[in-house]
């Protein structure tokens, strides 16, 4: 027998076999769509209409959901002909089942694979039954039957098949049964079992909308990428439904991202939204518009803190934003700074849950993607304080030996607790269960399978985990909720928290051994190891971006939480939502690094051998930034050299800044110089990219000639001079005694009166700016 759930070995595996194949055909579907109309068909559906068997059958409603004596049970539903052929005088009628429950799951499971009309269905009765008329191909008819438990000749408590099949015939043959639809009736009779104790996961999730950047205002009004969320906290939105399904199901565990809790408590004050294309952009009035959902924000998270306070509800807190554990288990565990990231998230999440809500959360339970568990994928729920895991019953197969339904606890070591929801139960409320058609043949269905394995050890009552999907939808839960609800009802069942059933007595015989391998399905889907490495390469940018804010508070969290969103577990649903995500935050965070930058300039023309050159700083943010200095670099300081290289720099919001740069040329030409801002400290390093351009040296090779010549003409001059002199004092009759001093003053005297002095330096050119460039900035 299969160890979970009772079934035959040969079932199992063929069972395997088809969850293989359709696996396999899910993945070569899933670019076309069709996979999701796959699986959107409920456990249970019936078979489909064939040649031989041109009615469908669908069975509505079944009133009540369980049966007791001496009641009766009405059953709602349709015919359709689906064939080429007129129905002619068909008839709907109900079988009698067999005369004793199925008291294994196996015989539920042999009554889900058959697939045309069978003795194994029972008998037709001759009533009731409703004479529907002719029906042409492609029409339809709806019938009522009630028929008293009596006649169905139930009398063990259990589970029994319920079938309506139509008879009639397409030509002259005699009638016979043109198809059939099956459900169960669970019987309650004299007997009984323990409950059940039975934890329901009920996750409030939602993809990322809350963005990093904010409205520059004295506020930070928050910014959010779209605004779909309000349509789901009203009316029929799906967050909406699930809070008022919720409440009415007590001891039931909340699942909640705490992410979603920041968002919507954001959008019950003013907030803006994106428009479209946007993403990377700093907000601002020209490119958000105003949301909406102010008045749907505020009335679901009261509603919201309502519901936790029902008896016996329990709240844990994922991480904040979910991240994808699998994912980062696979691609991203080595990552600097990735179980910090991980942690924090735990830690943020408890706080954020229990601050929005005023509510006790516990932070310690990891719910990988799809509950699908690998070593690598607890090792890394461990790392983020995971104790308690919440397991697919596929990562966790039994053996064909275990007779019954193993408990939903047992460790699986490392100090970790795995809670394994039935996989059966978990696979019913995985797509979405739009009509009352389908949810019917779930929740009968559910009905069945759970009665089964109270009475499987009546006298030993075991936990049970129902893990829905995160995206659970409105139409699925609302038939989780009334499946749970008339279980409970019907005495099998007992609603208990995801902490009882966890802290439950192991079954020793249950698989605890976590596989090393991980579906490739689901690894397709996976974030891969650039995306999680550029992500995390966020955190040093935005740590060089606080170095230099004067008010880093404004975007450090902001920041830091778009980093953990990028990661989460709600991206496989929406990849591409996911990449633009992700996109968005870096080149915001790029944005705003680069609006503290050096001013880019190409040449610059030095018309002598000193001057000063000017670089520009450009300050875009909206706030002031220091911490800062520019250091300028020449490549060639023989020829070019600069004095005082590096200068502070201290800019305020949205301004320009000029330094001056003493330089001093030695040869004409040009030099390539480097303009590199720098953070200060004790761990500097440089801010942004560095900006290169050229000096021009002209005149540095015509000044040495005026020297030269002028030194030349004054010397001739001299000599001149001396030698008129010379003739002067001869013709005199004079003995020159000192030929070498000069005529002029008494005794030879130096410069007149009021002469300049070489040493005075006010007799020196005015040294101005002589540096002309392309001082161009950015706006």
């Known amino acids: 027998m299969d160890e979970r759930t009772g079934r035959n070995a040969a079932v199992a595996a063929r069972r395997g076999r088809w969850a293989g194949l359709l696996a396999r055909a899910s993945a070569a579907l899933l670019a076309s769509g069709l996979v999701g109309a796959l699986c959107a068909a409920p456990a249970g559906a019936g078979p489909a209409a064939t040649a031989d068997y041109p009615a469908v059958v669908e069975i509505d409603t079944v009133a009540p959901k369980v049966a007791h004596e001496n009641g009766n049970v009405t059953i709602t539903g349709k015919v359709l002909n689906s064939g080429q052929a007129t129905l002619k005088s068909p008839t709907v009628k ?105 934890a329901v996961v009920w996750p409030l999730t939602h993809a990322p909308v809350l963005v990093a950047q904010t409205m520059a205002d004295a506020d930070q009004t928050p910014v959010l990428r779209d605004d779909g969320l309000a349509a789901e906290l009203t009316g029929d939105g799906r967050l909406n439904r699930l809070v008022d399904l919720g409440t009415g199901m007590p001891n039931l565990t909340w699942a909640i991202d705490p992410n979603l809790l920041d968002t919507v408590y954001a959008m019950t004050k003013p907030y803006r939204v994106q ?29 919201l803190r309502s519901a936790l306070t029902a008896s016996g509800s329990a709240v844990v ?82 053996s064909d030996k275990l007779p019954f339904t193993p408990g939903a606890a047992r460790s699986i070591g490392n100090g970790q607790t795995a809670v394994v929801s039935d996989p059966v139960l978990a696979a019913m409320f995985q797509s979405d269960l739009p009509s009352e058609h389908d949810r019917t043949l779930t929740e009968q269905h559910f009905l069945a399978e759970t009665m089964a394995i109270a009475h499987q050890q009546p006298e030993h009552p075991r936990g049970v985990l129902v893990l829905p999907p995160r995206t659970l939808t409105v139409g699925t839960a609302q038939a989780l909720h009334d499946s749970v609800q008339a279980a409970a009802e019907g005495g099998w069942v007992a609603q208990a928290t995801l902490e009882k059933v966890a802290g439950m007595a192991p079954d020793k015989e249950a698989n605890t051994a976590v596989p090393g391998s991980y579906p490739s399905d689901a690894a397709a889907g996976e974030l891969s190891t650039a995306e999680l490495t550029a992500t995390m390469q966020l955190q040093d940018g935005v740590d060089q971006l606080m170095m230099i804010l004067s008010r880093p508070e404004r975007v450090r969290e902001s920041f830091s939480a778009a980093m953990v969103r990028s990661m989460s577990t709600e991206w496989r649903d929406q990849p591409k939502a996911g990449t633009e995500y992700r996109l968005g935050v870096r080149t915001y965070l790029d944005n705003l690094k680069s609006a503290v930058r050096v001013v880019q300039k190409s040449v610059v023309t030095l018309p002598g051998d000193n001057a000063t050159m000017l670089v520009s700083v450009k300050n875009g943010l909206t706030q002031s930034v220091g911490n800062l200095e520019l250091r300028v670099v020449s490549t060639q300081p023989n020829r070019l050299r600069i004095d005082y290289p590096i200068q502070p720099l201290v800019l305020d919001a949205t301004t320009n800044s000029s330094l001056r740069f003493p330089v001093e040329a030695q040869v004409n030409g040009p030099v390539q110089v480097t303009a590199q801002l720098w953070t200060t400290g004790p761990d500097a390093r440089p801010y942004g990219e560095a900006m290169e351009f050229t000096v021009d040296v002209t005149s540095v090779a015509s000044g040495v000639m005026y020297v030269i010549v002028g030194g030349t003409v004054l010397m001739v001059l001299a000599g001149v001079r001396f030698s008129l002199q010379r003739k002067k004092r001869r013709a005199a009759g004079e003995v020159d005694e000192d030929p070498d001093r000069p005529v002029d003053g008494p005794g030879g005297a130096g410069p007149g009166p009021g002469a300049p002095s070489d040493a005075d330096p006010s007799s020196a050119a005015d040294d101005t700016d002589r540096v002309a460039g392309d001082e161009k900035v950015d706006h």
């Open 94 to 198: 109900v079988r009698r089942p067999q005369a004793r429950p199925m008291k294994t799951r196996s015989e539920i499971d042999l009554a889900e694979s058959r697939t045309t009309p069978s003795t194994l269905d029972g008998l037709a009765m001759d009533q009731p039954s409703k004479a529907v008329g002719d029906l042409g191909p492609g029409q339809s008819e709806d019938f009522v039957l009630t028929v008293p438990v009596s006649a169905l000749q139930v009398k063990d408590t259990g589970p029994y098949e319920l079938a309506v099949d139509v008879w009639g015939s397409t030509g002259g043959e005699q009638p016979h049964p043109l198809g059939i639809g099956r459900t169960y009736l669970p019987y309650q009779g004299k007997e009984s079992a323990q409950p059940s104790q039975l």
């Open 275 to 303: 428009k479209p294309g946007t993403s990377g952009e700093s907000a601002s009035e020209e490119n958000t518009v105003p949301g909406t959902g102010r008045d749907a924000a505020t009335t679901w998270l009261a509603k």
């Open 317 to 398: 807190s994922l991480p904040y934003a979910d991240p994808d554990l699998a994912s980062i288990a696979h691609n991203g565990a080595g990552l600097n700074g990735m179980d910090n990231a991980l942690r924090k998230a735990v830690t943020a999440g408890q706080i954020t849950t229990e601050a929005r809500l005023s509510v006790d959360a516990r932070s310690d339970v990891a719910w990988p993607y799809r509950g699908l568990l690998d070593q690598r994928t607890a090792s890394v729920a461990a790392t983020a304080g995971g104790r308690i895991v919440l397991v697919d019953g596929g990562s966790l197969p039994e």
